[in-house]
């Protein structure tokens, strides 16, 4: 049996392969077992360490040691000197580009701390499902604290110290918002919790109470505790049955540890929490609609004000914040609202966590520290853009969110910033698009996605985003016309500046953005009838190549609609006229003859 | 299990749970418990996570391995599911992705029994609340 | 107090007062399209959904919309900035793009509210053309569901439900796709629609109209075998005038019965007159109960509730059927009116009752529905065969190119003609009570009644309650309009609370007044109160002021019927409630 010693961990993510870190580990392997080292030494490939600009990476275990920009040529050295004369390689070790020293481990390195969890910090560190594991984690000790060591109005000040915005998209400042819930008169008020996630490819609140139910009751119990509120409602889709059963689990053990219920731990403050079930609908985010549908009505949007702090849940006040939200406050108590408010820029403090998707390498949940650019996201936590394609779009915010291009990239994220940019923060969805992504594809794509998703009260988002999306199919078919691009945008101006909810009002934003940053994609579709990206299917022309075809007679017999025409073993020809485009031809040529036009 | 009815018992309680823990850990043997968090969220069930998880404790029971395999939340790796956490008794805790029953099984013939890593760790680059 | 400018000009108004009062209060007119409000009704529709009255509000990010935000100390409004123009004639354009532009023959032609707010904004285009939503039509025995011209203003949502309580009428589906509809996008007739109207009433467009039977009210009067006969309810004559651009609140009975009798009708009758006999029998019946009761009966019904109104009726079967037996068993003055036309009259014109044509004139659309029920027909052939509303008696009017202005006043025909001013009163909140009061004092007490104006009876409020003095009796009365209104009193009742002998009940606010089937009043709540004042007017100018004291009521017991509650009575004047629920 083999015994290893040492381990060398070489990078196998899609960025480090592209630059020969299998050559690396060949080259490691075949030089071990020269030495004889085979049985002493193994070598494994890892995933992607997502620092792949300085790839490819080499780690060596157990000491940790942290090689960059290794080359196949450099393996040699590393065993000699590293694994036999137990030297390490200065000249491939990371240089601290702020010291200029050299660093060993990638514990100390910055980029390795660009990631810090708060809002997850349990998350896929604790038992959901075992309350003890959160109390041995410093779960309930900020209700506690707050019971016990201070009055409301102290602890509403901590969390408005702290800086801490609402993270459901709005980013108003949640301890003003308690604030203001708190100081109206009422001896009836409610605490909700809105875990109605809509945004698609965002489920970083199915997350948390999935992997951390309790520290939303204790944020809740908290809130209710500082508004003077008795009771809670979590507002959450019904197609998140994984998160209802852990938090069912959750709340049973909470009131029989008698962290909820009455008289908790043993204060005068009694409270207790509710599950109400959405039907998912992406409106019911919306905190009025949210509210309607939890009364049973249905679930659309009302004029604010009043605001649910002053009016809300059965005309109480009513204070809504959502997962994320939540999840952020035990620490803040805990910590003190010096340590978050240390975290991230001047308006936005602490983290943010983001569901990383589209075409980015290593797509998944992260959470940052405000401030962190859309560069770092991407690139170092992203891993990069799949398949070594060309960055060409993010998309943050959700449906209604805007699409930046690569001169944002270095754009610190933050709510003000993004806003700025002509996006904004969201509830955290972040999609990355590259080359061979369409802007006017995917602006109609989002515009589908909220046309499904308006409730249909107010004229704008009903009528206007259909009319959008109208005009965006127009062009994608390459019948579009220059009128239609200053229609797109005088009428997206309008929907903005006259819908009722934030829904319509920023429903117009991938259209607008696109407008803005890819201008150039809307031309070719409407002056030269061409997709640059070749998404739009009805701009494609499938043409034969006369110099490759050879008359193999395969794509004739496959075309579906008979569009194909010519003698054997002679050029092909395609009647324009008749082609459906299904790209069959296209894909079944084995000479390569068929291309894209 | 008795209300808790004060922060001062809440606080002992923490220190009961958290010495359970380490006991659980460090334990009679401490040389030989195997810690083994599958990450057990929707993305990670939808992936094969419980299969994963089952295989784990089904293997090691036959091979009479002494492990603690529990449930947790999602690790945020979600490219790469199902995910697990592996920590050997003294070690560095050890992230693998793409855990199916196969790997699993490669993970516990070589990573648990012979000690030798195995493909697919996933570099964890992230700070704790409490760094 | 709230300083703020709207276009420019200085003003100060009350904190809560919104952008629109405010504006309205100072001359400036900012258009609007789904808001409605009723002033001192409590009726209320703001949902702040068209976006037609958005107004730019100086340093707020989007424009503002002027129905539903509030003003704020130092706002710098502006009602006609580009923007806000801009915007608006978009948003209009936006929901003409979705609406069958079928203006010309739209039975709301010429009294649709978009139709005006396009001609207000000088629409010449619309730029952004597309699909249009569609949906089925609905057609019930009164209502119309024309879907296609909803812009879902939700006016007849908020008369469904918040002030009707009838709950059949609300928003489904997302987006494009929304449509209001009854539960499980069911037909209106398969509901619990009570078929009150109101949702007509307040429909700014063509989406809800009444069943329209104008075509067979011709086939009929251009029929040489059929005799046709017209009776007009109450509250038509302080209505019609308003169709040939009259001030609201101008009685036109005259010209009415001339108009009637222009149009062919062989006898122009009046609801009225069945009105004084729905008094002499609910009336009797009333006070039958009451002197049972007072007796020590402990079985005996109180309090009795009137049966006047069809959708009340409707509204008690589907919703409170185990009440069914509580309120009284008189017909309505229209059914009544029919059960003894065609009969009595029939029999005295020597008419077959199948050649006899009963058209009714009335404010109502739930008529239209009461008349078509089977236990108001004899034989297959109803007692009432048309009911018309105002608007479309209007609409014959105008066919037979009638100056309906320059008529002179002509009298109702005898003896079906005739009436008093406690009938005239039937046509708003509180008369149906009153005429019973001033008929039941003097039955139960032998004395004449001196005093004959109730003010305590009268008014806009939607619960009202008054104790009247029947020499040293005193009676509690209770009066509702508004089938919300109602509901609270028949909880009452269904709790044992109840402290009244007697309850009027109409369905609609203010009465028949405001009936559905009454020209629309496009939001003006004064527009009723001039109705009420008019038919109080009415009933102060006659000379006989009391039912029983009608001489042809009393020619038709004598004749025919015998006297109040007696078998024929029962058989021709009474009916029974079923369980709809």
């Known amino acids: ?597 | 299990m008795s209300k808790v009815k004060s922060l001062a018992d809440l606080k002992k309680l923490k220190e009961e749970v958290q010495s359970k823990i380490k006991l659980r850990e460090k334990g009679d043997h401490p040389e030989n418990l195997i810690q083994i968090k599958v990450s057990m969220a929707t993305c990670g069930i939808a992936s094969g996570a419980k299969d994963t998880m089952n295989h784990f404790i089904e293997e090691l029971d036959h091979q009479g391995i002494d492990a603690l395999v529990t449930q947790t939340g999602c690790m945020g790796f979600c490219y790469a599911e199902p995910t697990i956490e592996l920590t050997m008794p003294g070690r560095e805790p050890v992230i693998y992705g793409y855990v199916d029953k196969e790997k699993a099984q490669e993970i516990i013939d070589k990573h648990i029994k012979r000690n030798e890593l195995v493909d697919g760790i996933i570099p964890v680059s992230y700070k704790t609340i409490d760094e | 107090m709230i300083n703020l400018t709207i276009d420019k000009k200085p003003l100060v108004v009350k904190k809560g007062t919104t952008i629109l009062e405010a504006a309205s209060s100072i001359g400036i007119d900012i258009p609007t399209l789904c808001h409605m409000n009723l002033h001192d009704m409590n009726i209320e529709n703001n949902p702040g959904g068209c976006r037609v009255c958005v107004v730019e509000v100086k340093g707020r990010r989007n424009l503002a919309p002027a129905c539903c935000t509030e003003v704020a100390e130092g706002m710098e409004i502006s009602s006609h900035s580009i923007r806000a123009i801009n915007a608006r004639r978009t948003v209009v354009e936006l929901i003409l793009s979705d609406h069958p532009a079928d203006c010309l023959v739209c039975a709301k032609s010429g009294n649709c509210d978009l139709q005006d707010l396009a001609h207000h904004l000088g629409i010449r285009e619309i730029h952004y053309q597309g699909e249009q939503s569609h949906y089925r039509e609905d057609t019930s025995p009164a209502i119309i569901r024309e879907m296609d011209k909803c812009i879902l203003c939700r006016r007849c949502e908020t008369m469904c439900n918040q002030v009707q309580t009838v709950g059949v009428l609300s928003t489904i589906n997302r987006g494009f796709h929304c449509v209001v509809s009854p539960a499980f996008e069911m037909n209106l007739d398969h509901s619990s629609c009570t078929y009150c109207g109101q949702c007509v009433a307040v429909c700014p467009t063509g989406a809800l109209t009444e069943v329209d039977e104008t075509g067979a009210v011709i086939r009929a009067l251009s029929d040489p075998t059929k005799t046709v006969i017209v009776q007009t309810a109450p509250a038509v004559r302080a209505a019609l005038g308003e169709e040939f651009g009259m001030e609201a609140g101008t009685l036109v009975t005259g010209k009415m019965a001339a108009a009637l009798r222009r149009l062919g009708f062989d006898y122009v009758f009046d609801t009225d007159f069945a009105a004084d006999l729905t008094i002499m029998e609910e009336g009797t019946e009333l006070l039958g109960r009451l002197n049972k009761y007072l007796a020590g009966d402990q079985e005996v019904k109180l309090p009795i509730l009137t049966s006047c109104c069809p959708a009340w009726v409707k509204f008690f079967e589907h919703q409170f059927p185990d009440l069914k037996d509580i309120p009284s068993t008189a017909r309505s003055p229209q059914q009544m009116f029919g059960a003894i036309a065609k009969t009595y009259f029939a029999d005295k014109m020597k008419v077959k009752r199948e050649d006899l044509v009963v058209v009714s004139i009335m404010p109502c659309v739930a008529k239209k529905y009461e008349s078509s029920r089977d236990e108001f027909a004899v034989n297959g052939n109803p007692d009432v065969d048309h009911a018309l509303t105002t608007r479309e008696l209007a609409q014959l009017i105008n066919l037979a190119n009638i100056d309906f202005k320059a008529l002179p006043n002509e009298e109702f025909d005898q003896p079906m003609g005739e009436s008093t001013g406690a009938s005239v009163i039937f046509g708003t909140t509180g008369g149906v009570i009153e005429a019973a009061v001033r008929t039941a004092y003097e039955v139960q007490t032998g004395k004449t009644l001196e005093r004959l104006d109730f003010e305590e009876l009268r008014g806009m409020e939607g619960l009202r309650k008054a104790t009247i003095d029947f020499d040293g009796l005193p009676i509690n009365i209770g009066i509702a309009h508004g089938l919300g209104n109602a509901r609270k009193l028949l909880e009452e009742i269904k709790a044992g609370k109840s402290e009244f002998h007697a309850i009027e009940i109409m369905s609609c606010p203010g009465g028949c007044i405001g009936g559905g089937g009454q020209p629309y009043h496009h939001g003006d709540v004064e527009v009723l109160k001039k109705r009420q004042k008019a038919i109080y007017a009415e009933d102060k100018s006659k000379t006989i002021r009391k039912s029983h004291e009608n001489p042809y009521i009393k020619k038709l017991y004598d004749e025919f019927l015998g006297e109040p509650l007696s078998e024929k009575a029962h058989h021709l004047l009474h009916t029974e409630y079923f369980d709809r629920s």
């Open chain 1, 1 to 597: 049996m083999a015994n290893y010693k040492m381990h060398l961990l070489v990078c196998g993510g899609t960025g480090c392969k592209a630059s020969q870190s299998g050559p690396i580990r060949r080259n490691f392997q075949t030089q071990l077992e020269e030495m004889g080292l085979e049985q002493d030494v193994q070598v494994i490939h890892t995933g992607c360490f997502g620092f792949c600009e300085q790839g490819p990476i080499v780690k060596i275990q157990p000491d940790n040691t942290f090689y960059v920009s290794v080359s196949p040529g450099d393996t040699k050295e590393i065993i000699e000197e590293h694994l036999i004369k137990g030297r390490k390689v200065e000249r491939l070790l990371y240089t601290d580009p702020n010291t200029q020293m050299p660093i060993t481990e990638s514990k100390n390195m910055d980029f390795y701390k660009k990631q810090v969890r708060i809002a997850l910090r349990n998350c896929g560190f604790i038992n959901p499902e075992n309350v003890e594991e959160y109390i041995a984690n410093e779960g309930y000790a900020a209700l506690g604290k707050c019971l016990e060591e201070l009055t409301p109005e102290q602890a509403i000040q901590t969390i408005m110290d702290s800086g801490l915005r609402g993270r459901g998209g709005g980013g108003f400042p949640t301890g003003l918002k308690w604030d203001i819930t708190r100081k109206v008169e009422n001896n009836q008020k409610y605490v909700v919790c809105n875990a109605d996630e809509g945004d698609p490819g965002a489920f970083m609140d199915r997350s948390i109470l999935e992997g951390d139910p309790h520290t939303v009751i204790e944020a809740m119990a908290i809130c209710g505790y500082c508004i003077g509120a008795d009771k809670g409602l979590v507002y959450i889709r019904a197609e998140y049955p994984l998160a209802i059963e852990r938090l069912k689990t959750a709340l049973k053990q909470a009131r029989e540890y008698g962290l909820l219920g009455k008289n908790i731990l043993g204060s005068e403050f009694s409270f207790d929490i509710e599950i109400r079930y959405g039907a998912g609908a992406f409106v019911c985010g919306e905190e009025t609609a949210l509210i309607h549908s939890m009364e049973g009505k249905r679930g659309e949007p009302t004029f604010k004000p009043p605001f649910p702090s002053q009016e809300g849940y059965l005309g109480k006040p009513t204070n809504v914040n959502n997962v994320e939200t939540f999840a952020n406050i035990p620490p803040i108590i805990n910590k003190g609202a010096a340590w978050f408010s240390s975290i991230g820029t001047e308006k936005s403090k602490g983290t943010k966590v983001f569901a990383l998707a589209g075409k980015i390498n290593n797509v998944g949940l992260i959470e940052v520290p405000m401030g962190t650019t859309l560069r770092e996201v991407i690139y170092d936590i992203g891993g990069g853009i799949k398949n070594g394609k060309e960055f060409k779009s993010v998309q943050t915010g959700g449906p209604s969110g805007g699409c930046l291009t690569k001169d944002f990239l270095d754009t610190p994220i933050d709510y003000d910033n993004l806003l700025a940019a002509g996006s904004m923060m969201g509830s955290g969805g972040m999609i990355v698009m590259d080359e061979d992504d369409c802007m006017v594809s995917i602006a109609k794509f989002y515009l589908e996605f909220t046309l499904d998703e308006s409730c249909g009260k107010c004229t704008p988002c009903r009528i206007g985003n259909k009319r959008l999306h109208e005009i965006l199919d127009k062009i994608t078919e390459g019948k579009g016309t220059a009128e239609d691009l200053t229609k797109l945008r005088m009428l997206s101006h309008v929907i903005k500046d006259t819908s009722l909810c934030g829904l319509g009002q920023t429903s117009p934003n991938p259209v607008l953005s696109t407008l803005d940053n890819f201008m150039n994609e809307y031309e070719a579709h409407v002056n030269d009838s061409h997709c640059p990206a070749g998404q739009c299917k009805a701009l494609l022309q499938y043409q034969i190549d006369d110099e490759k075809c050879t008359g193999c007679t395969l794509c004739f017999r496959i075309c579906p609609v008979g569009a194909i025409s010519g003698e054997k073993r002679s050029p092909h020809y395609i009647d324009q006229s008749l082609c459906i485009k299904c790209g069959a031809c296209f894909e079944k040529c084995k000479f390569n003859a068929i291309k894209i036009a």
